[in-house]
């Protein structure tokens, strides 16, 4: 998803379900792990869930450190 900060600057993270990471951990892996710093996982990807999410990161300031710089 591709955030819009109120300064204009874009930033971006992936959002996935629990059970989408399961299905990924499913696959044959060449290794058996993953880090993705800016990756949300939420519980649904219902845009009420998604908006709570986004404010509760950004009323921690959190935010930015889950999201990577859009660049163009």
Do not use: Q
Request: aromatic share 8%.
């Amino acid at each position: 998803m591709t955030l819009t900060f109120s300064d204009g600057s874009k930033r971006w993270s992936l959002v996935t379900t629990p059970r989408k990471l399961l299905n990924y951990f499913k696959k044959e892996m060449e290794i058996p792990g993953l880090n993705i710093k800016h990756l949300i996982i939420a519980k649904t990807i219902d845009h009420d869930d998604i908006e709570k999410i986004l404010k509760y990161l950004e009323a921690n300031d959190e935010l930015t450190e889950a999201s990577k710089a859009f660049e163009c």
